[in-house]
């Protein structure tokens, strides 16, 4: 608990600098979080919308003293996601960036977690640099990967005498328009 109240007032201290909260702000939020529920601050601060997203990314990378990545929007290679199980990368709040030999990029919500390094080792070889990102974006961008689709069809479903069926309608509908 004591980490997580360091944390808190340091990232408090980083936003005030930064203006983006005033001192009294930054203390009742502090004290709020203390009271709250929630287990991470960044996702206190964004849900309560004390912040915008932009002015804690930077924050957090200050903190941390890595670049900030928003995964909001990015295409994540499949091919590199599949070298972590989705429980790994959900329970440690991380997702791969890209991979330049030797080098992995991975965003982390919290990159200076010294056990991360050691957990990441037991799927990859290659030496590993972090940027920061948002733990609850993170989650959302592997469950988009890992999860089904809405729209996804199961293979037992799709019977290729459908798609023929379906072609040689649409192919006599086309020759009956054409006689007309």
């Known amino acids: 608990m004591k980490r997580k109240e360091t944390f808190a007032q340091e990232l408090c201290d980083i936003l005030v600098k930064h203006k983006v909260l005033s ?3 930054s203390r009742a939020m502090h004290s709020a979080f203390k009271d709250s ?14 912040v915008q997203k932009e002015d804690l990314l930077r924050a957090l990378a200050e903190y941390y003293q890595v670049p900030a ?3 909001v929007g990015y295409f994540f290679d499949h ?4 070298n972590f199980p989705k429980e790994f990368l959900l329970e440690n709040r991380i997702i791969p960036l890209a991979l330049e030999r030797p080098l992995l990029t991975l965003v982390a919500s919290h990159p200076d977690d010294q056990d991360l390094l050691v957990a990441i080792g037991k799927y990859v070889t290659t030496d590993v640099q ?6 609850r974006d993170i989650e959302d961008a592997v469950k988009e990967y ?5 729209t996804e ?15 040689e309608s649409l192919t006599e509908l086309l020759e009956e328009d054409d006689e007309d």
């Open 23 to 25: 001192l009294e702000d």
């Open 37 to 50: 529920d929630k287990e991470q601050f960044d996702d206190f601060l964004l849900e309560e919308g004390l």
């Open 69 to 71: 990545f928003d995964v």
């Open 79 to 82: 091919v590199l996601l599949r």
């Open 130 to 135: 972090f940027r920061v990102g948002l733990g």
């Open 146 to 150: 890992y999860d089904p689709s809405l």
């Open 153 to 167: 069809v199961e293979n037992d479903d799709y019977l290729p005498e459908q798609e023929h069926d379906t072609e």
